[in-house]
């Protein structure tokens, strides 16, 4: 199946500062990446739709000014939070569908993200 | 927006013992995924199954469309198996997948 990458896969932080994640496609193309976030013990749920070459789409009461997101290219979509505070701490996963591979979608490995 | 159930939300099985965890959706989709979230939050693809059966081993699932519901299967259940199985559809092309709450599967020797 095809590969998505993300990095770091863990990262400790003070608060007040700001913190890049990267998703990476590794064998396919994606238009279209997902950033989803996941609480200890809860389900995966989406913060937001990355577009290649245009503005990400926030899910309600997510803050776009908070968790910035860069589809920069076919292969890497960025999710940046920015002046991150203790309760942004999460396990952020990324994923991307594969155009080759009909429906079918992807997850990275996730990003363990800890603000003290 | 849609709906996803899965049951049971816990269960604890015997090595060796077989198991159905059911998914249930409130409208049509375009697209169902079952998936295994490993000890380390990898999400594992088992099955892109959004109508019919299909089989991988000591897994199989079948989706069931037109009632709305999805069983997947485990025999033979092994420790390795432990862990949580989500399922997660897609409404239309091309938009996130909406994951149920999962099964929290622990298998004891």
């Known amino acids: 199946g095809a590969v998505v990458s993300q990095h770091p896969s863990w990262v400790i932080c003070k608060s007040g500062t700001s913190v890049k994640i990267e998703c990476r496609s590794l064998d396919f193309q994606a238009t279209t990446m997902f950033w989803y976030r996941q609480f200890p013990k809860q389900s995966l749920m989406l913060m937001a739709t990355?577009?290649?070459?245009?503005?990400?789409?926030?899910e309600q009461g997510v803050e776009k000014d908070k968790f910035l997101i860069n589809h920069a290219s076919l292969t890497l979509s960025t999710l940046t939070v920015t002046s991150a505070h203790p309760e942004d701490s999460s396990f952020y996963i990324c994923?991307?569908?594969?155009?080759?591979?009909?429906?079918?979608?992807?997850f990275g490995p996730g990003t363990r993200l800890t603000v003290t | 927006g849609i709906q996803v159930e899965q049951s049971p939300p816990d269960l604890i099985l015997q090595e060796g013992a077989n198991s159905t965890l059911r998914c249930n959706f409130s409208d049509s989709v375009n697209n169902l995924q079952w998936f295994h979230q490993n000890p380390w939050g990898q999400l594992i693809n088992l099955f892109y199954?959004?109508?019919g059966t299909k089989q991988n081993g000591r897994l199989s699932a079948t989706t069931v469309a037109t009632e709305r519901y999805s069983l997947l299967y485990i025999s033979s259940s092994q420790t390795t198996d432990s862990g949580v199985y989500f399922c997660a559809v897609e409404v239309s092309g091309n938009t996130p997948l909406v994951f149920g709450k999962g099964t929290r599967l622990s298998v004891i020797a």
């Open positions: 994923s991307a569908r594969d155009p080759g591979g009909g429906n079918e979608q992807y």
């Open positions: 990355s577009n290649e070459g245009s503005k990400a789409t926030y």
């Open positions: 199954i959004p109508s």
